[in-house]
């Protein structure tokens, strides 16, 4: 018979913290090595060690800890710098394409949020009551501020209908041929660049955009939610080096990925909260070029008339809250269509502030208070189901904003 081998019990409790114990990890995180038992080899001792780690917070005092929570407000913008805020959520994938936003991320910790200009989600998918004539007719008298024209209405109707239509193409054709006839001009196809720290980071596919002929330079974007969504599953599986094989693991984790980006409410996708912004970032710019030009032609002429400079220069050194200023608010807009064969319609207004776009450009410096408040993005649905009611509510929406005059 083999000899029995006898066990010894513990020395001492396991990680009993009388600061023998190993307490430092990896990423600088606070580790805790149970002892093995007394009598076993170097081999069994390695085999036979357990770590537990402990939250990263505790690495700091419960001061230091405070101090970071109440300066991150919560997912707000402080005065600390936007490299310092992406810093306190480093266990955070933010540094990601916008197509890959999300609400518990990148828009909480850039104070993005949506607003529903509805009072309930009832109210928002409700379909309008075909038996209602009544009702209806009293409603489209009261949805625009201003009569349209008998032949703005025929020349109109016809893309509004359209718009239901099964084909994505369809529906931007009739989408642009509308804005043009509120003479909204296309400034580009079917794209827009984000830009951070002085670089291009991004490209957000649209299905154009467009901006006013008018001095305000207001853009308005037009998305198909369903192209967004197969950008969406393109970015989850193409990234996947096994595609085209079969391997059910990899396929499960790309679906659980596929799910958490996928938005909790359709109308609030993060997607177009990043074409909002990237909208008003290339707003910031033409406005930068066009005031640049005026500039140097002032000083042309004060060259010739001996005139000081700074007299002409100081109407954009000082602070402006006006809408088309050198600094203050960016109105940008954006129109979207859910899916194929739409019954509503989305339309999204932003006010996003100068100082907002200036942390983008420059992630390093510190921000002034006005740059905390974020960006609110309000949006409203209208129903497509009525061509007459659809175009009352986009003129009604048009003039509201001061995006066109009938």
């Known amino acids: 018979m083999e000899p029995a081998v006898v066990m010894r019990p513990p020395t001492r409790p396991l990680g009993d913290g009388d600061g023998n114990d190993e307490e430092r990890g990896l990423c ?48 707000r913008l402080g005065q600390e710098s936007l490299r310092a805020v992406m810093r306190m959520h480093s266990r955070k994938r933010l540094y990601v394409r916008a197509i890959a936003w999300t609400t518990e991320d990148q828009l909480q910790v ?31 008298r009261q949805l625009t501020t201003r009569p349209i024209t008998l032949e703005f209405r025929d ?31 296309r400034a580009s196809d079917d794209h827009v660049t984000m830009y951070y720290d002085g670089r291009a980071v991004d490209v957000l596919r649209t299905g154009g955009t467009f901006k006013t002929q008018s001095g305000n330079n207001r853009r308005v974007a037009y998305i198909n939610m369903q192209t967004v969504r197969s950008l969406r599953n393109e970015h ?3 990234r996947n080096p096994l595609w085209g094989k079969p391997n059910g693991p990899v396929e499960r984790l790309r679906k659980k990925k596929l799910r958490r980006l996928q938005p909790a409410r359709e109308a609030e996708d993060p997607y177009i909260a990043g074409v909002l912004v990237a909208l008003a970032q290339e707003q910031q710019r033409e406005r930068q070029r066009q005031r640049q030009q005026r500039e140097q032609q002032e000083q042309q002429q004060q ?22 200023g050198c600094e203050g608010h960016g109105m940008v807009y954006a129109i979207a269509l859910p899916y194929m064969r739409p019954r509503i319609a989305y339309f999204y207004k932003a006010s996003i502030r100068h100082e907002f776009l200036q942390r983008l450009e420059k992630p390093g410096a510190a921000a002034t ?37 009938v």
């Open 236 to 238: 989850v599986w193409s």
């Open 155 to 185: 020349q109109v109707l016809r893309p509004v209908r359209q718009l239901r239509t099964l084909d994505a193409e369809a529906q931007a054709k009739a989408m642009a041929e509308i804005l043009q006839h509120y003479e909204l001009r």
């Open 303 to 324: 060259q010739q008339k001996h005139q000081p400079q700074h007299v002409q220069l100081q109407r954009c050194m000082g602070r402006r809250v006006d809408t088309e």
């Open 369 to 405: 208070d006005a740059a905390g408040n974020g960006v609110s993005i309000s949006y409203v649905a209208f129903s497509l189901m009525e061509p007459e009611d659809a175009l009352q509510h986009l003129t009604r929406l048009f003039q509201e904003n001061k995006l066109h005059l």
């Open 28 to 75: 600088g995180a606070e580790l805790k090595r149970r002892s093995p038992p007394a009598g076993l080899d170097n081999d069994n001792r390695r085999n036979k060690r357990h770590c537990i780690e402990i939250d990263v917070n505790l690495a700091a005092t419960k001061g230091q800890y405070a101090a970071t929570k109440a300066r991150s407000g919560g997912g």
């Open 110 to 140: 850039l104070g993005i949020r949506f607003m529903n200009r509805h009072k309930t989600e009832d109210q928002q998918h409700a379909a309008p009551k075909m038996n209602d004539k009544p009702a209806a007719k009293e409603n489209r």
